[in-house]
Each structure stands twice: as C-alpha cells, then as structure tokens.
C-alpha cells in the first residue's frame, strides 16, 4: 500500500513538470487520489482509470505523456496494458508498480518497454522523486529534439535553403505538418517555392512513399480539371472513348498538391469539398461513388480572405483547407538569404556546365538591393542568365539581368552622355579591381579574368603611363 510517511512537498519547493499530462492506472482509488494529488503538485495535468480498458479511452481522448501503470489490473492485465499503450503512443513513459515485492513482472515490463518500476508499498517521497526524474528526462528528450531540428535547419530543410528567422519558423511548422495528415494551405507570392515546401512537407513525413501529385489548377480549363481530379467513365462526353480514373483515386494513401486553387470554379470548389468531407469522388458520367484515401495539400498566391468576401472563392472549404496554414515570405523580407540561395543555384549550375562562379562584390551588393518580385524563381533565372553571358568564373554587375542593373540606376538627365562610361574605362575599373580583391595576386587574376597573363602585364603597363 501507499504509505503516508512523508508529506506531500510545498509547490514551491518543487520544479514544474511544465504541463506534461500523467496517467494514473490503478484499481485502488486511494492509490490513485494519493498518486493524482502528487502529480498535481508536482505540476502535471493528472487523469485516471481504473482499469486497462478505461485507461484506452482516456489516450484516445488525450495526449498522454506519462503513465503510471499498475501491472495487477482487472481484465487485461499490466504487460498487456503497457504492450498496446507502446503502440499507440510509443514515446509516452511508462512507470510500472508492482506488488508484493515480486519484481520478476517488473523486470519483463522493463524489457518491454517500462521506462522505470516502483514496488508497493511507496512512500510519497519515492512517489515523488521518480515522477520528477520522468520530467527531467522527458525535458532532455524535447531539448535534444529542438536542437536537432535547429541543426537541421541551419542551411534550410529537405531542398529548401534559407538560414532567416522567417524561415526557421516555416521549418518548425514543415515539421509538425509533415507528421500529420490534416489539409495544409501554403500561401505565397508567385516564385516563392510553394511548391517545394508541398513536396518537402510530403516527403518528410510517413507518406514519403507514397505517390505525390501536383495539379496546376491555373493551367486547365475547369471541365478539364475535373476530369482529372475525379476521373470519367466511357462515353461521358465527346472524345471520352474510354474510362480514365481520377488523380484523387490513384493517389490512393498519398498526396494531392492543388497549386494555385484560387483558380477553381466556385462548381468545382462545392465537389472538391464534399470530396474532402466524404471522403470519396463521383466519376464524370459515373452514378457509383469511389472511396478515395488522400492527403489534400493546397497553394495560392492569391488573398483567400478576400476571396471569400468577394464570394470568388467558398467560405466552407477555405475553412477545411486552412487546417494548418504556411506563408512563405517573399525574398525581399529574407534578403539575408541572397547569398546563400545564389551559392547554392551556382553549385547546381557548376555541376552542370564544369565550371566554378562566384559572384563580385558590387553585383552581390546590386542584388542584395534589388526587391526581387519574382522572388526565388527570378534570383535563380537571373544567375543562369548571368552564368550565360559571363566569359570567365567571376559574375560582375555587367552579367546580370537588365532589370536588376537598372532598378539601381539614377533617371537620366540631359547631361546623362557625360555618365557613360567608355568600354576601355570599365575594362580597366574591372581588372585593377579585381587585383585589389585578390590582394594583389595578379596571375590569380588573369586566370579568373580568363586573360594570359601577357596580356594582363601589358594592360597594367598601359594604365601605369596613363597615369
């Protein structure tokens, strides 16, 4: 029995289990009023059952994150118990308590799975002493999570890079998405990459073997759309000479990625609901109904809100979208992010064409000032451009896309012939700058240039007696 043999301790003089929920499993209703009033002091949200049966319903109303499980139970018994609470919650910690001093059982829960035991009778210290060690574990556990996470995200997550604050809550977000199978929203400026964070949330989760289906919404007629979404038998329509089944039905266990979903007809909008709702799709031309099993992944690049209040788009299936939602930030609010994403398109585009770049000090500096309205697919444009025109590994300001050049360029004037500057000048602005950020390495120079070093001597030679 538990004994009384110490007072229960003061709460100030005790840690907080910061809300973690204990589960109290016991036949015995003064062990478990005992072992709830310790938890609660202890700061956990305490539950109890009296039973391995009423102990299910209570994890399947609740996330449990420690039990305390009495192997001598009515029906099923403790082993049997602490085998399904595994399965279904296997990263709860389960604490046995057994009787009479037989510490054989405690010894087999423990090869099963029990993270500690503790034999009856106990006292409320003991009682209290193993809880707060659970919560001290249970707190290494979560901090050698989160740090994982943060190192995971140091240069981006799955294919996305970026290091900004911005983006580390995206990752966070990406990584409880990925793990569930709620519909998610991803909202974003054309060219953010929201496609590439539908496929990261995919394939990052259980369902990363499973098949993976994005539909351009924006792309197809909505007759066209339908008969994609939902399939069509023989006949339905002209041209329709035999049964095609939809890609909602053949994604079966996977994902569906609706890129830009806005673009549905309001008609179409009311049948992808009751799709999602009933869980099942009526084929063009069909009167038999297909059960479909189907994680629904949308993206927009339009103002939903807005939408729904300009009656464009339902307000029914908004809601059933916006289960978890994701905004990626356009690259104008991440610009720390520039250099990163652009060493990292020019290693792809090195990969591809053998030949090593890197960008110059000032074309850096150009782009960093640039707003970049296409965002991340404009920036990776802009450098396989650059890399095209460019005749040697450095990228200079020259090399880069007319509208980023000009977006920083002062209006003209009418003496604005007086600010050209002459194709010899700028030969020579380049070369000598690029000895100054070699540190005066001048063979390095001619090599990065892609000039002989003849030619390099005989140019210094020149500007020397220009002087």
Not at 255 to 282: C, G, M, N, P
Request: glycine share 6%; charged share 25%.
């Amino acid at each position: 029995m538990l004994t009384a043999e110490a007072a229960a301790p003061a709460p100030a003089q005790i840690e907080k289990a910061n809300f973690l929920n204990l589960l109290i499993v016991d036949d015995e209703r003064s062990i478990r009023e005992a072992c709830r009033e310790v938890g609660q002091i202890l700061g956990f949200n305490t539950f109890v059952a009296d039973s391995a049966e009423h102990a299910y319903r209570v994890m399947d109303a609740q996330p449990v994150d420690v039990v305390l499980l009495d192997l001598r139970l009515p029906g099923a018994g403790g082993l049997e118990a602490l085998h399904h609470i595994k399965s279904q919650r296997p990263d709860a910690v389960v604490v046995v308590v057994t009787g009479y001093g037989t510490v054989q059982s405690a010894v087999q829960a423990m090869k099963d799975g029990a993270y500690d035991y503790v034999s009856k009778p106990f006292s409320l210290d003991e009682l209290k002493l193993l809880l707060e060690r659970v919560s001290t574990h249970l707190k290494l556990k979560s901090e050698n999570r989160m740090l994982r996470e943060k190192i995971k995200s140091k240069q981006g997550f799955g294919n996305i890079v970026g290091r900004a604050p911005e983006m580390e809550k995206i990752y966070r977000i990406i990584s409880k998405a990925a793990h569930s199978t709620h519909p998610v929203l991803i909202l974003g400026e054309s060219g953010t990459g929201k496609e590439l964070v539908a496929r990261t949330v995919h394939f990052s989760g259980p369902l990363r073997d499973r098949p993976f289906i994005p539909v351009d919404c924006g792309s197809l007629v909505p007759t066209l759309i339908e008969s994609e979404l939902f399939g069509y038998v023989k006949g339905a329509f002209t041209g329709a000479q035999h049964s095609k089944e939809g890609l909602l039905a053949i994604a079966d266990g996977g994902t569906v990625f609706l890129d830009e979903i806005a673009e549905l007809s309001v008609d179409l909008q009311a049948k992808l609901l009751r799709a999602i709702q009933e869980k099942e799709i009526r084929a063009v031309g069909s009167t038999r109904n297909t059960p479909i099993h189907v994680r629904i992944l949308a993206a927009t690049n339009r103002d939903l809100e807005h939408a729904v209040a300009q009656g464009t788009f339902r307000r029914d299936l908004y809601f059933r979208l916006n289960v978890l939602t994701l905004r990626i930030p356009p690259l104008r609010e991440r610009r720390q992010d520039i250099p990163l994403l652009s060493n990292f398109f020019l290693e792809r585009l090195s990969r591809d064409s053998g030949m090593s770049r890197i960008l110059s000090d000032d074309a850096l500096k150009l782009m960093l000032a640039y707003d970049w309205p296409g965002n991340v697919r404009e920036l990776e444009n802009c450098l396989e451009r650059a890399c095209a025109l460019s005749s040697g590994p450095v990228l200079y300001v020259f090399d880069l896309p007319s509208p980023i050049r000009s977006a920083q360029q002062p209006p003209a004037s009418s003496d604005a012939k007086d600010k050209i500057i002459p194709m010899l000048e700028m030969e020579k602005r380049t070369i000598l700058g690029t000895i100054e950020q070699l540190n005066g390495d001048k063979l390095m120079a001619a090599k990065l240039l892609g000039i002989g070093k003849t030619t390099l001597y005989r140019k210094l030679k020149e500007y020397s007696s220009q002087e």
